[in-house]
């Protein structure tokens, strides 16, 4: 960054710093990563400059002979490690991925079912002060009361009572793995477009840990980041499945994406994006998926020594929530004890939480950024200790001892 450094100091130095405080802590929120080196270049190249409004072998500016190579190139690598006929690679991140689908396969007003927001969904899958609960009639589906998974024979009933025009799968705070079959048999009795967002389990889904939607599903989107390690974007795909259901469905996710809700791709992020997948190929990203999942586990088993109560008692991908009810201290307030000890997780609602978004019982941890820097179940056990001590003391002391343990460990653990 010698130009920035020469122009403009400030900005320079802010980035410096950032880069020093994620070197010298653990960053553990389960939806951040650190992007591969190599797909962060294409970010700050000359492709940042070029309009490229539309799709390649059609687009509305000149000049694109080049980017449609690059994007062409994006959608092969995402149709070979998902395993899918049609991707688009335009959305800018997850949400308007998601917004594309409403608008290509419902009017407003239409039924839409989805998981709801404090059971663990997305904002995006109906919750009330989203878009997708202010323009389309939205159900929503939680979680069992004891055993807080899934319950897919509620859901049937659910969708059996509502009969929606399109059902999601998927979640942002949900530990166990999403059985898909279930879904496409709950979606199938109603004839309801199913969809499946793996943002957070992308990465996963590629790498073999978790059970890829793609046989069972219309369609599919997921962010780009994330267990995937690539730049922030969005994909769009549609499954075989999902063509046979209605032979139009990549016109129409085309055409929602363009004209109907963006302009310009973001062509620089396209080619990072790319650059991510070709890692994503490689047999090295499965060992990567694989040690995650381990990671994840290990540290459940270290926190459940310590008395945390995680929530359905375990995990299957990269995630954990914790219910901090039993350690009478709230969400915030664990945020931000762990924060002044070098651990960055967020505050989080748990499943029937008696209290207030903004102020949880819960906190949410994940593997993806720390197993990206090397760590293992050996680590883990160390995090989980740290994490424990940090919540039961509760005291700056502590919190400054625990941060020059934890900065030791990082230091031999470099971020790539």
């Known amino acids: 960054m010698r130009n920035l450094k020469k122009k403009d100091l400030q900005i320079y130095n802010l980035i410096k710093e950032e880069r020093k405080r994620r070197q010298d802590g653990l960053e553990m929120i389960p939806s951040e990563n650190h992007t591969f080196p190599e797909a962060l270049e294409p970010l700050s190249s000359i492709l940042n400059d070029k309009y490229a409004e539309g799709y390649p072998g059609k687009r509305y500016y000149g000049g694109n002979e080049i980017i449609d190579k690059i994007e062409i190139l994006c959608q092969e690598r995402a149709q070979k490690v998902f395993n899918v006929p049609y991707v688009n690679v335009q959305p800018y991140s997850g949400s308007p991925a998601n917004q594309s689908v409403y608008f290509a396969l419902l009017n407003l007003r239409d039924k839409v079912m989805g998981m709801d927001l404090s059971a663990g969904g997305h904002l995006t899958h109906g919750w009330k002060v989203n878009f ?246 050996k680590e883990m056990h160390m995090i989980g200790n740290w994490i424990s001590q940090t919540i039961k003391e509760r005291d700056v002391r502590a919190c400054n001892r625990i941060k020059k343990e934890v900065k030791s460990l990082c230091n031999k653990f470099l971020i790539p």
């Open 132 to 377: 997708s609960g202010k323009y389309y009639n939205s159900v929503s589906y939680g979680v069992d009361k004891g055993s807080n998974r899934i319950d897919y024979d509620q859901v049937a009933k659910i969708a059996k009572k509502e009969k929606p025009k399109m059902i999601w799968a998927g979640a942002t705070a949900y530990s166990r793995i999403i059985n898909w079959k279930k879904f496409k048999e709950i979606a199938d009795s109603v004839d309801a477009y199913l969809c499946a967002d793996i943002a957070h389990i992308a990465g996963l889904v590629i790498a073999g840990v978790h059970p890829s939607p793609v046989p069972y599903v219309d369609v599919i989107t997921t962010t780009t980041h994330k267990t995937l390690r690539g730049p922030r974007g969005g994909l769009v795909m549609v499954t075989k499945k999902g063509i046979k259901k209605d032979p139009k469905l990549p016109s129409k996710i085309n055409k929602a994406i363009i004209p109907g809700l963006q302009g310009g791709p973001h062509e620089h992020q396209i080619a990072g994006i790319a650059v991510a997948l070709k890692e994503a190929a490689k047999p090295s990203f499965k060992i990567y998926g694989y040690q995650v999942v381990k990671n994840a586990k290990a540290l459940a088993e270290t926190l459940k020594k310590e008395n945390f109560s995680i929530v359905t008692g375990g995990t299957d991908n990269h995630l954990l929530l914790i219910d901090l009810r039993n350690k009478e201290v709230t969400g915030q307030e664990a945020q931000d004890l762990l924060d002044k000890s070098g651990i960055t997780v967020n505050k989080n609602a748990i499943p029937f939480d008696p209290n207030p978004p903004f102020n949880p019982s819960g906190i949410r941890l994940g593997t993806p950024a720390i197993t990206t820097r090397g760590m293992k179940e």
